[in-house]
């Protein structure tokens, strides 16, 4: 029993670390170590005589609750299902991951309400999950963060032209490579309708008479505007589509909200987009890694 005892403390506080990991909770080492304890405590109760109704579903849930009460600091309802989701979802890739190995080779598994035994627990096992794990922890945890942090890549974003401002949220799209041919300066791509309040009238009726790929029109447009040299005219092209043109803008001022506070970024150009960026609504700009700060 305290063989099992001690290997269930210790699976328990990996599980523990990598939600803590993943979700980037705060909680202090102490407080995983508690709730693997307690998760290891209930293993040895569910081997022995009188404890079956353990195995019911309702009370591991309760359990799983419990443990991460204890070991994490849960600050809102959100944050709980957050922590909830990671801690599950590392356990059953864990779960899966260790099970396929003793499959593989050949071990002694028994399984009897609901526990899973496993006799003469080869050490052969116990090297290889290690380095599994870790391989694995390797590839795929750029892939986990960018997956459940997503909110963590949308960045608050001010926009200034003239004497106006607005305020956008900004996804950080990593493939977006888009730069003015000419001058080689960055383009932060933003839906028209976000940020058309701050636009000159000129510029707005291109958009809103739905002429901006009309590059004629457009250049007539701007060779009468007051603001034709704070504007180009910046080629593109997307999986979907052939040769377009975007037109952009060189603002007076461009600021990012990174780490809680403000900082201004030079040499960008925004770009208008007459299409929306977000199905769902949750940004309306692209910006590009190169200026974050």
Not at 60 to 87: D, H, N, P, Q, Y
Not at 191 to 198: A, G, L, T, W, Y
Request: glycine share 6%; charged share 20%.
């Amino acid at each position: 029993m305290d063989v099992i005892w001690l290997d269930n403390l210790l699976v328990n506080f990996v599980v523990l670390r990598l939600t803590w990991k993943i979700s980037g909770n705060n909680a202090p080492v102490w407080r995983l170590w508690c709730s693997a304890c307690i998760g290891a405590c209930y293993a040895i109760l569910l081997i022995l005589p009188g404890f079956s109704i353990l195995s019911v579903v309702l009370l591991k849930i309760m359990l799983s609750l419990t443990m991460l009460l204890v070991g994490f600091r849960i600050r809102s309802f959100s944050e709980g299902l957050k922590l909830l989701a990671c801690f599950y979802g590392v356990t059953f890739l864990m779960g899966g991951a260790a099970f396929g190995l003793y499959y593989f080779f050949n071990a002694d598994i028994e399984i009897s309400k609901g526990i899973f035994i496993i006799k003469d627990f080869p050490i052969k096992i116990i090297i290889y999950s290690l380095v599994f794990g870790i391989m694995l922890y390797r590839w795929l945890w750029s892939l986990l963060q960018l997956r459940i942090n997503h909110r963590q890549l949308v960045y608050k974003v001010e926009v200034n032209f003239g004497e106006d401002s607005v305020i956008l949220d900004a996804y950080l799209d990593t493939g977006n490579e888009l730069a003015d041919p000419v001058t080689g300066r960055p383009v932060m791509v933003v839906e028209f309708e976000s940020i058309k309040n701050i636009l000159p009238v000129e510029i707005q009726m291109i958009y809103l008479e739905g002429k901006e790929q009309q590059l004629d029109y457009v250049t007539n447009i701007l060779s009468e505007s007051t603001w034709v040299s704070r504007f180009f005219i910046v080629p593109y092209r997307t999986i979907n589509t052939s040769d377009d043109y975007l037109l952009a803008f060189r603002p007076d001022r461009i600021r990012i909200l990174a780490e809680e506070s403000w900082a201004e970024t030079r040499q960008t150009l925004v770009g208008i987009s007459s299409h929306k960026l977000s199905a769902d609504d949750s940004y309306q700009a692209l910006i590009q890694a190169q200026i974050v700060p």
